[in-house]
Structures are given as C-alpha cells and as structure tokens.
C-alpha cells in the first residue's frame, strides 16, 4: 500500500433534480443573479465505491470511493457532518493509501480492513463555473448523467441532477442567489443526500432513519423505480 498524507475540505453543495431535457441557465440569467458564468467544460467520471458486506460504512455515515478523471481523481473519504460534508482525499493508485486505511479504522473499526467493491458509476459531467463582479469562481455548478450498477443487488440505475457547490470563500448566501435561477430552469430540490445511497437503493432505508412520514417513503420508492426505468432504456 502507499502512504500519502490527505488533503481536507469541507463540500457545501446543493443537490437538485432535473429533467433529461432540461437545459442550463443561459449566461444572462447566471448574470441577473450576480454571476459571469464560464464556458461549460464536459469530461467522463469512472468511480468505484466500497463497503462491507453488511454495510458498515454506509451505517457510519461513511462513503469510499476512488475516482478517475475530473480535477479531484484520487482516493477519497466523505464524512457528512453538520454544516457539510468532510472529504479526505489521496492521490490516485491500485492499492488504498495506507493513511486512508488508517482514517477508515478510526471512523468504523475494523471494518476498514473488510471493504470490497459496493457500486460502480459513470457520469459525464457538465461544470460551470460562476464568478463573482471581481471575476473570482464562487460556485461550482455541475451537470451530471449518472449511469450505476449496485454490485451486491445486481441492480442498475440511472439519473441526472444539477449540484451547486461553493468553492473557497464563497458562503451559502451565495448558493440562495442561484437557487432560484436554476429553479427557473425547472431544477427541484434533490431527496438524495447522496450519489452512493441512490445507487444502492438505500434512499428510502435513511428516510426511514430520519422518520419521513408515508408519503415521503412512496416519493422515494417512485424516484427509485424512475431510476431503474432509465437504466433499462439506457442498455436497450
């Protein structure tokens, strides 16, 4: 294994879901909300995400994914937390870097010595970046279509959604400035709290776990069967 220290942030992001024909904002929108948004950039994401068999790391509040392709490849540790999400990540390799091993034991035990390939994902991913007056990236916003397989159930899913996320000295007043630009859009906000939880058709299990009441639950079990519809018309 290799040993690399990790580099930490904090992602505050806003989820949302949108329709496949859906269309981005156009710039002068972006810009009566405050924003000069940048040319988009498309590029491929390939991620592997792992757990126990009996799901330790998902019950943890823990997701291991390593990921190629974007600015961020590499191993990486998500944590939710209040206020956001903490992420830890290595650069990439074959084997997990023996730090994140060692973080992975502090958060579940020795669970972190029994992970195995969960779900794999492929989305081809949208960025554009929105920037304030002085020209400095405030926001991260991301188009992704999502293509999953659930390696445990044998199940595929597909989706896309929009995430909003804020960079370096940006602050969520910024997220409630965009918000309603891309709400024009058509774009609603996400019940997944969670790539790797819709994935593996966990999102209705957490809800239970936060108490949603009925009609929550069937939103949930709709989204999910809506999921695996896309899927199949995906592979004919």
């Not at 126990?52 to 937390?81: F, M, P, S, Y």
């Not at 709290?193 to 936060?210: C, S, W």
Request: glycine content about 6%; proline content about 6%.
């Amino acid at each position: 294994m290799t040993s690399n220290a990790a580099r930490e942030s904090l992602e505050i992001e806003r989820k949302y879901e949108v329709d496949v024909a859906a269309t981005m904002p156009t710039p002068e929108q972006f810009r009566a909300a405050g924003f000069e948004p940048d040319p988009p950039v498309t590029f491929p994401l390939r991620a592997r995400y792992f757990d126990t068999v009996d799901e330790a790391l998902a019950r943890a509040g823990v997701a291991l994914r390593v990921r190629e392709g974007g600015t961020d490849a590499g191993w990486h540790i998500k944590v939710r937390q209040p206020g956001g999400v903490r992420e830890l990540q290595w650069p990439l390799a074959e084997e997990l870097p023996e730090a994140l091993v060692a973080e992975l034991r502090a958060l579940v035990g020795d669970a972190a010595d029994k992970v195995q390939p969960r779900a794999t994902m492929d989305t081809e991913r949208t960025v554009v970046l929105l920037r304030d007056a002085a020209g400095v990236a405030r926001i991260e916003l991301a188009d992704d279509s999502v293509r999953t397989a659930d390696l445990a159930a044998g199940v595929r899913r597909a989706w896309r959604e929009w995430e909003a996320e804020l960079l370096p000295g940006a602050d969520e007043s910024e997220l409630d400035a965009v918000d309603p630009v891309l709400r024009g859009a058509g774009a609603v906000p996400s019940a997944s709290p969670a790539k790797i939880a819709r994935a593996t058709g966990r999102l209705i299990a957490l809800a239970q776990a936060r108490g949603a009441d009925a009609a929550q639950l069937a939103a949930l079990a709709a989204l999910d069967a809506a999921d695996q519809e896309a899927a199949r018309r995906l592979d004919t």
